[in-house]
């Protein structure tokens, strides 16, 4: 073993831990829970809400056991009447500042702050409240309520914002009972830095922060009989959907979230993973027109190229690299394409006037809320997508139906972009996109499947922060021989922070890479923003492999084998990069400012 | 602007550019300019490459590190308990009389602004009020009318 190790005594039992080792995780080894408020397995040690303290005998303070680490011959109590009463105190001091309005919260049964102050049945009568009757909450981004009358002040959020993704948009502000989770200069949150990426909504232990929601409008659309209503799923809200109706995470629940829907209402329950295959097949064509006009033009052209999937990501370097926005593919995210696939070729074939169609989205993100009110997502001459949901609220919508989730038969998507391969699913995953992408360059560039097993990329899945993969093209189809010999490296990274380190190299022209995929959130859209809570690494690593689980039942794995996509291209958009395509699938963005 | 980018380019090369140096650089900025205007902020942030919420933070944290424009004249009761108890809320309503500005306002033509503080370290004299960088202590109305009218009388 190559640390020291410690050995302690908790609550009579002996544990050896590693030195270092907080006295909350040597805990857990013997299995004995310790309350915890600020404490997030995602996020560094904050030491502030005071909720996991113990006592260890012969001394008279008790102890943040997230905070402290274990020494040798420690004797802790995790349960000692001291240690209950100071945890109650201590709950009930949050409780006596903490908007208590249980029954109207979105987070209600969801609420880490609830289910202690249950479990330690907190009463009202400890300490009368110090509620600020004056707060509002800020309803001002597409994306993203914040409610301070929640907020116990524990930082997570500061911290996600600050290390998962490196953008600061909140932070510390004022001090003493006046300190607060603000932004720059307590400006609303639609007018800062933010990304939208809602990391900050699934690490916040309350209802503080969540995602604003939209459901009402929707079911007044469901109702609306002059309405048609479609509706996409993105491949992530499959993989932990279930999660809202008690499945263990990982578990698949395509064929149920299909009935839902339907059930719900909705005219026609279609696959954002269509329009994900569609995705590529433009990304594609982009990074090998990108490769022609350097190689053999000699054109000066943007390299690498960098995916364009994720709408945090996208705005992340319009505010932090606003100089280097010609590396992002011109493609829409798959999301918007099918917005404004459904308000124009789906509206033609189905013969129904696109003025009548809503189009909802379910995602596994905030930020899609966001995007889809960009305004320049209107290229089918109305906004593409009427609105985003996330995963849990499409949970929350099943429930209002009254449905019994678990009982549904399976049913499959409907027609007309309903179709996918199994390079739209791996999508959800960090890796995918590039995945996905490769499948299909490759056979573009060489006529044959990518050289390995199953089609499966390994090098490019999995939750490392940076991965990368070589691809040496050889035998290539007459068309692309430019590329024969060359070894093209490819990389990816996850979380805004691993971002920022590809754009750096790219800032410095040190950039290795041809093409680049970036997703805003850890683990990519598996780990969204607007996924179930909680979201761990467990989690993260349970839904990846329902992906690609899901990606190896599908009898098509490339997307430009997909029918669905062959036909479009058939009898709409023609090829690829056309004056269609440019027209309806692919954007401009915009320089923002850094605050 | 282009004063206050070259003053914050010089206060980086004068304290460095390390987290550290936030501090001594939002503190020179004030003496200078008076307060932190959100442009001073944000062009601090871009220089020390964190955020500009973060300089906020920071900033709003420190009674003295105003990001508001203030008067020639910071007016700053100490608003602790024991000033509290010496009588801070007579202290103010005075003061409030004689300049006809409430607290976190400040005069026309901007000679004064009043404001409370944190504790100045002088509760065994209190209450005490800060003018800029003169402290006055053991407070009675006929004292801070003599002060406040000497400030008064250098302004015309």
Redesign the interface.
Same mark, same amino acid.
């Given at each position: 073993m190559s640390k020291n190790t410690i050995t302690l005594i908790i609550d009579g039992t002996k544990v050896t831990v590693e030195e270092g080792t907080s006295i909350l995780d040597a805990a857990k080894k013997v299995d004995i829970e310790i309350p915890t408020l600020c404490h997030h397995e995602d996020l560094c040690v904050a030491g502030n809400c005071r909720v996991c303290v113990v006592e260890e005998k012969g001394k008279n303070n008790l102890t943040a056991s997230c905070a402290a680490p274990a020494t040798e011959g420690m004797d802790i109590l995790t349960s000692s009447p001291k240690v209950r009463r100071a945890r109650k105190d201590i709950m009930a001091l949050l409780v006596s500042e903490h908007n208590t309005q249980c029954t109207t919260c979105y987070r209600n049964t969801n609420c880490e702050l609830q289910t202690l102050a249950s479990d330690y049945n907190v009463d009202n009568d400890i300490y009368l409240s110090v509620l600020k009757n004056n707060t509002t909450i800020d309803k001002s981004s597409w994306s993203i309520e914040k409610d301070d009358s929640k907020c116990i002040r524990c930082q997570r959020c500061v911290r996600t914002c600050a290390e998962i993704q490196h953008? %600061? !948009?909140?932070?510390?502000?004022?001090?003493g009972h006046e300190m607060k989770i +603000?932004? &720059?200069?307590d400006f609303p949150m639609n007018e =800062?830095?933010c990304t939208n990426c809602g990391q900050c909504i699934i690490h916040c232990p309350t209802a503080a922060l969540t995602e604003r929601r939209y459901y009402d409008d929707i079911w007044e659309a469901i109702d609306d009989p002059t309405k048609h209503v479609v509706v996409n799923t993105a491949p992530s809200v499959r993989v932990a959907l279930g999660e809202m109706f008690d499945y263990e995470p990982g578990k698949i629940v395509t064929g149920k979230m299909v009935t839902a829907l339907k059930k719900m209402g909705f005219d026609s329950v279609l696959d954002t993973d269509f329009s994900a295959d569609l995705t590529i097949i433009e990304e594609a064509n982009e990074l090998l027109v990108r490769l022609k006009k350097a190689f053999v033009d000699k054109e000066e052209v943007a390299l690498p190229m960098i995916t364009s999937c994720s709408p945090g990501w996208v705005k992340f370097i319009e505010h932090m690299y606003p100089e280097h926005l010609g590396h992002l593919s011109t493609c829409k995210s798959p999301q918007q394409m099918f917005g404004s696939m459904v308000k124009t070729y789906y509206a033609e074939k189905k013969g129904i006037d696109p003025k009548d169609i809503v189009c909802v989205a379910g995602m596994p993100c905030a930020a899609k809320k966001y995007e889809a009110n960009r305004p320049e997502m209107r290229d089918s001459g109305f906004q593409d997508i009427d609105a985003g949901l996330t995963t849990r609220e499409l949970g929350h919508m099943i429930k209002q139906a009254g449905i019994k989730f678990q009982e549904l038969p399976e049913e499959n998507f409907d027609k007309i972009m309903g179709e996918s391969s199994g390079a739209a699913v791996v999508f959800g995953a960090t890796g995918g996109v590039m995945e996905a992408a490769l499948r299909t360059a490759y056979a573009v560039i060489t006529g044959r499947p990518v050289p390995f097993d199953n089609l499966n990329i390994t090098p490019v899945r999995g939750m490392e922060s940076i991965k990368e993969i070589t691809i040496k093209f050889e035998d290539c189809v007459p068309e692309y021989s430019f590329l024969e010999g060359i070894e093209a490296k490819f990389g990816i990274a996850h979380g805004l922070t691993n971002a920022r380190a590809i754009m750096d190299q790219i800032v410095e022209g040190k950039s290795p890479y041809v093409f680049i995929e970036i997703m805003a959130c850890p683990g990519g859209c598996i780990g969204g923003g607007g996924q179930p809570i909680p979201t761990t690494d467990e989690i993260r690593k349970k839904r990846i492999e329902a992906i690609y689980a899901e990606d190896m039942g599908k009898p098509i794995r490339m997307s430009h084998e997909n029918p669905e996509i062959k036909e479009i291209y058939e009898s709409f958009l023609k090829v690829p990069l056309g004056e269609k395509s440019h027209h309806l699938l692919h954007t401009k963005y915009r320089k923002r400012?850094? /605050? | 602007m282009v004063g206050t980018k070259e003053l914050i380019k010089n206060l980086s090369v004068k304290h460095g550019i390390e987290r550290k140096s936030l501090l001594p650089i939002l503190q020179d900025i004030v003496e200078k300019e008076n307060f932190l205007s %959100?442009d001073s902020? =944000?062009e601090v !942030?871009?220089i020390l490459d =964190? +955020?500009? !919420?973060?300089? /906020?933070?920071t900033a +709003? &944290?420190f009674s003295f590190l105003d990001?508001e424009a203030r008067g020639k004249y910071k007016i700053r009761v100490c608003k602790s308990i024991t000033c509290d108890m010496k009588g801070k809320n007579e202290t103010i309503k005075c003061i409030e009389n004689i300049l006809k500005i409430k607290v976190g306002e400040t005069s026309k033509g901007g000679r004064f602004s009043l404001l409370e503080t944190n504790c100045l370290g002088w509760c065994h004299k209190g209450p005490v009020m800060l003018v800029n960088d003169e402290v006055y202590t053991e407070l009675t109305p006929e004292k801070i009318r003599e002060t406040l009218s000497e400030y008064i009388r250098e302004e015309k």
């Open positions: 953008v %600061n !948009a909140l932070a510390v502000t004022h001090k +603000s932004t &720059f200069m =800062i830095v400012k850094r /605050y | %959100n902020m =944000i !942030a871009r =964190i +955020s500009a !919420a973060e300089v /906020y933070g +709003s &944290f990001t």
